[in-house]
DNA sequence: CACTAAATGTTATAATTTTAACATTAACGC
DNA sequence: GCGTTAATGTTAAAATTATAACATTTAGTG
């Protein structure tokens, strides 16, 4: 609780700005004090800073803190969301130029693009840019702009012009409203703009959007359920043919 | 060795591909099998998935796999980095709009950010625009484009033209090369239009550099030497002053 | 079916990390 | 200076993680 103690870890701090891990041996070293100190200084203080098996890690870097808890509930979201990329996988071909929308529902679906030999992804959101980026074999196109937190994606008044400049063959669109009256929605209109253009743009266009989305609207319209040519859903019960079952969009997979 | 191993080690890379950490536990419990499978699947198939204190997390993230380790070289390297940034650090201002370009030289320099009330970052670097994402008062732009693995950064055919439209303040450029005859090089080509398209803007252009980079000619020229207001460097002893001491660009810091 | 070999599980042990308790040092007011 | 309090160091014990050895299961083969 001491102005040391926060001088401390901004040092710190700053060693691993650049990413990478510090070991609580190094870092103590590296502030001449003991490891103790250190530990004491990250529970008192509270950082973007956490130890992680006697490694120092960022916090918010991407693919460090939210730590996968496996409880029931999180078991059964979690396979939630893997059925339904998987799904959506089978709409992907060797050689696609896929748009991917942000937010978390597309995000399983990256890691199974590994098995393509050539694919491109189109995306406006960094945390997808940042797991595309770790795989090899995926031509990466980012469009930036202003970035916004909430979405964790970048907004500017071209990027529909950017985007209708690709040839993009799938759009794998998310949502977090799906009404059959009231069309597809999302919570942050900054979205509105690259969705509306990728769905202008793309030859295919894929709505993906987990059962728990039907019946809801949210703040930002951004589409007609029937702008879409599929819908990827988890489960096709009573809930879902509700709102699904006798709208244009053939409900597939 | 087996396809059941490769099989396990997909499953948990589609887990961890959102980001996240995974506990060897809850991995053992995902995949049906013991926690002694998963240790083995981890060492026997080398894969980007890597075991920090029990935990799995995805290796090629940033943030996680470089670990930093505290030799006597890595340390005065690190020092070295720090006291240039630090100098670097006396140039900004409140409210500045900044150019951070591309590399690790200007990385620690990111985190001292936060010391500031409002700033805008703009950049066409993966790895910087994580850094600054995490900074909640800063703003930040990336320019988008077609992903460089080599460099993480981003190029395009109109980013120098997104560049200009920008008022940018201060431009921080790093290099590769700086030679008094040859001028200021890099080692992509792909970064010669948006540092020159900065070096065109800003009202302010500083060239940040150490002084293993003097007398170093890199393939890719992108301006010469006296382009620059300021160049921040960690050394003033004979080596550095023989190539900047009697050049244009006036040496402060 | 028996045999073999690979894959996986189990257990014990070693190494490491975490926590807690207490000792020491440094800082500050009177 | 003295006494008090916060900060840091030291040490031992507890908990966790890593490693190694051996047991068991599984898959494939003749």
């Known amino acids: 609780m001491n102005?040391?103690?926060?001088q401390r870890l901004a040092k710190l701090q700053e060693a691993l700005a650049s990413g990478g891990t510090l070991h609580l041996r190094d870092a103590a070293e590296l502030c001449n004090v003991s490891e103790m100190?250190?530990?004491?200084?990250?529970?008192?203080?509270?950082?973007?800073?956490?130890?992680?098996?006697?490694?120092?890690?960022?916090?918010?870097y991407p693919g460090v803190t939210p730590i996968y808890d496996l409880n029931e509930q999180q078991a059964s979201h979690y396979q939630a969301k893997h059925r339904l990329c998987r799904r959506a996988l089978g709409y992907i071909q060797e050689g696609d130029t896929l748009f991917i929308d942000c937010g978390s529902t597309l995000m399983p679906l990256l890691?199974?693009?590994s098995?393509?030999?050539?694919?491109?992804?189109?995306?406006?959101?960094?945390?997808?840019a940042n797991a595309v980026a770790a795989l090899p074999n995926?031509?990466?196109?980012?469009?930036?702009?202003?970035?916004?937190?909430a979405s964790q994606s970048f907004g500017s008044d071209n990027i529909a012009a950017a985007i209708e400049r690709l040839g993009i063959n799938k759009a794998l669109i998310s949502a977090a409203g799906v009404d059959l009256e009231r069309g597809v929605s999302c919570f942050h209109f900054h979205e509105v703009a690259p969705k509306?253009?990728?769905?202008?743009?793309?030859?295919?266009?894929?709505l993906v959007v987990d059962a728990s989305k039907f019946g809801v609207v949210r703040p930002a319209y951004f589409a007609a359920l029937d702008d879409?040519?599929?819908v990827v859903t988890d489960e096709e019960?009573?809930?879902s043919s509700q709102y699904l079952g006798c709208g244009n969009a053939p409900l597939l997979s």
Request: aromatic share 6%.
């Open 111 to 113: 890691s199974q693009l």
């Open 3 to 6: 102005g040391r103690s926060a």
């Open 228 to 230: 879409f040519d599929v």
């Open 196 to 206: 509306q253009a990728a769905i202008a743009t793309a030859m295919q266009r894929l």
């Open 237 to 239: 019960g009573a809930h």
């Open 37 to 60: 100190t250190i530990r004491r200084d990250l529970t008192t203080q509270k950082s973007a800073i956490s130890l992680l098996g006697g490694r120092l890690v960022m916090a918010n």
């Open 138 to 149: 995926v031509r990466l196109v980012l469009l930036g702009g202003l970035f916004y937190p």
């Open 115 to 128: 098995h393509f030999h050539e694919l491109t992804v189109v995306t406006y959101a960094l945390n997808v």
